[in-house]
């Protein structure tokens, strides 16, 4: 069993849509969470970044990570075209040494317009 | 802009070529990380370096080996590729204080027939 389990996904939506992005982790030591765009040819870039339990809001993306039941979740509200991308979520536990990271397989978002 | 930089975009090589993976950063990062992405797997870690001439096994170290000889420049090489090798690779580097903001590279897409 992989230590981060994510939707695989594909992920088609109109435009507008709510989309939402899920994640499932097995190690209680992860303390830190992470999302991840990656849009074609290029490499990753941080979305959003959490530590332990709770909610982030940006713009028009909210991750919340719920560590009782072991969830990390991406919202996207009111999805636009230029969002459709790969979603890779992330997580690190509270000793990792900087950016040993554990991802999660990638969900590949489409926004049709 | 550019932060990191992989060199080379798409490589095709054949099985028992030796290939090398070159990635640079400009931002005086100290950890360095080459990951592979493969569909439905996600980013995997294949080796790791928190200083010059300092390498650590990840995930998937087989078949794989690295060098840092200066602070700005890790090199992934393939022995002997082999058509399992096929990948998306990922050179991403982070500051030591920079906690799990990894910054990546376009990547280097390898075709090994």
């Known amino acids: 069993q992989k230590e981060v389990e994510q939707d695989p996904g594909p992920l088609s939506v109109p435009e507008g849509a709510i989309v939402s992005l899920n994640c499932t982790y097995s190690n209680s030591a992860f303390q830190y969470f992470m999302w991840y765009r990656q849009y074609s040819r290029k490499g990753p870039e941080l979305l959003m970044y959490?530590?332990?339990?709770g909610n982030k809001e940006d713009g028009r993306f909210t991750a919340q990570v719920d560590k009782s039941s072991k969830y990390i979740s991406l919202f996207i509200r009111d999805s636009q075209p230029s969002d459709s991308a790969t979603y890779l979520c992330a997580t690190a536990p509270i000793y990792n040494q900087g950016g040993k990271l554990i991802f999660g397989q990638g969900t590949e978002l489409s926004v049709k317009p | 802009d550019v932060k990191v930089t992989q060199s080379s975009r798409y490589l095709v090589k054949r099985t028992g070529e030796k290939v090398f993976l070159e990635c640079v950063q400009d931002?005086?990062?100290?950890?360095m990380f080459w990951y592979r992405q493969d569909p439905g797997l996600g980013l995997r870690l294949i080796y790791f370096?928190?200083?010059?001439?300092?390498?650590e096994k990840g995930d998937i170290p087989e078949g794989y080996s690295v060098s840092r000889e200066k602070k700005e420049r890790f090199s992934l090489i393939l022995e002997s590729a082999s058509t399992n090798q096929t990948s998306m690779y990922l050179c991403a580097s982070v500051d030591r204080l920079g906690a799990n903001v990894l910054t990546f590279g376009a990547g280097s897409r390898l075709t090994v027939l």
């Open positions: 370096s928190y200083d010059v001439k300092m390498k």
């Open positions: 959490t530590y332990s339990s």
């Open positions: 931002m005086d990062h100290e950890n």
